[in-house]
Structure formats: C-alpha cells, structure tokens
C-alpha cells in the first residue's frame, strides 16, 4: 500500500481527456471517437437523465459530460 501522506491525485480517463484536448470545453460541443468503439460526447448544462446516457461531470464543475456509444 502507499505511506501515510503520500499524495493521491485523481486524473482523467481516455475520453474525456479526449474531449479537453480536442477543444470540447463549452455547452453544445461535441465530439466524436472513432476507434475500438465509437463514442459521442457532448458538454451540457444540465444532467441528461436516460437510460441510454453515460453522463458525468467535466472538469469544469458547472457541466456535464454526456457519454453515448
């Protein structure tokens, strides 16, 4: 295990790394990837409550990050 008071930082995963370094930072834009599976990201204000929709929060607090594949 780590030693008491090692510092722990919590990063990004791959797609929403994706969103930030391809410009995908304010409401109403979107991305898409293509690759091992194919993913459509798009930045929203508010939570998209559906079933069928991946959402999380962004780096930035205020908005949210909605994950379709």
Same mark, same amino acid.
């Given at each position: 295990?780590?030693? $008491? /008071? &090692?510092?722990?930082?919590?990063?990004?995963?791959?797609?929403?790394?994706?969103?930030?370094? *391809?410009?995908?930072?304010?409401?109403?834009?979107?991305?898409?990837? $293509? /690759? &091992?599976?194919?993913?459509?990201?798009?930045?929203?204000?508010?939570?998209?409550?559906?079933? *069928?929709?991946?959402?999380?929060?962004?780096?930035?607090?205020?908005?949210?990050?909605?994950?379709?594949?």
């Amino acid at each position: 295990g780590l030693r $008491a /008071g &090692t510092p722990v930082v919590a990063g990004l995963f791959d797609v929403v790394a994706s969103a930030v370094g *391809s410009g995908v930072t304010r409401t109403g834009a979107a991305s898409v990837i $293509a /690759g &091992t599976w194919s993913i459509n990201q798009v930045i929203t204000d508010e939570p998209i409550r559906d079933q *069928s929709i991946f959402m999380l929060s962004t780096f930035d607090r205020q908005r949210y990050l909605a994950i379709e594949s």
